[in-house]
């Protein structure tokens, strides 16, 4: 299909920064508190790159905090963030703004340029940030929107469209920067239910035919067990439970994550 087509082209470009293998995300004995309560408590956990893994448990056990340590939204009371071999945390600002470029992220909230075209908001920051000419950012801007389903979009600005459409552009926006990684935040929470599964099957799409590396908060089980090579099952702060979408889901051990599942289930 010309979607699989699109996609693909994610993947074999841009000489000169080939894409890592192994280990791409590091967190060691990472503390975070707010005030004297303690939310991450000396956490470790790492990310191969081209994995998709997704963080799962009730809400306030941290999950979120942790895809705003890695973009830097929040610092670690304690410990070491590495991405890509490079230090994140603690690390001087200029290798910090280098670095934090490797991430993208998508938020619950769109986030959206309200006064720019759907066009513009893809093309900006790939045009001011990282230097790319006009042209070629429209390009690649076309082809991401398409991917997403909204080539016939490209004109309209952000209050034109359903919160779904919006939020896919929110991920070719994320997508036009060409990170290693994609941190989703439960991206769906905020749709109305009829427009979560077109997000969803464009993320779905982007996993399966693309080598971007995926960490997702998601309280959509079924999308975690279609897209995840591993689940991390957090409460208070900790994994208590990981494994492959199989076990998890499958034979969860803990009594915690059984609860849990059957509850959200
Ligand atoms: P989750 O994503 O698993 O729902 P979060 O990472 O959002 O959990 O939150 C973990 C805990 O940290 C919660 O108890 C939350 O209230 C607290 N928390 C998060 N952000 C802040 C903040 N900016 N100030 C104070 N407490 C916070």
Redesign the pocket.
Known sequence: STESTDTHALSDEKPGSPRSTGELIRLERVTKR??D?T?LDHLDFSVDAGKHVTLI??????????LRLLMTLLKPDEGTITVDGERLFPAPEKQVREVRRKIGMVFQQFNLFPNMTVLRNVTEAPVTVLGMPKDAAEERARELLEMVGLSDHVAKHPSQLSGGQQQRVAIARALAMRPQVLLLDEVTSALDPELVAGVLDVLRDIARSTDITMLC?THEMNFARDISDQVLM?DS?RIIEAGPPEKIFGEPEHDRTREFLSAVL
């Open positions: 707010f005030g309560h939310v448990g009730p809400s306030g056990s941290g999950k979120t905090t942790i908060v957090f702060g």
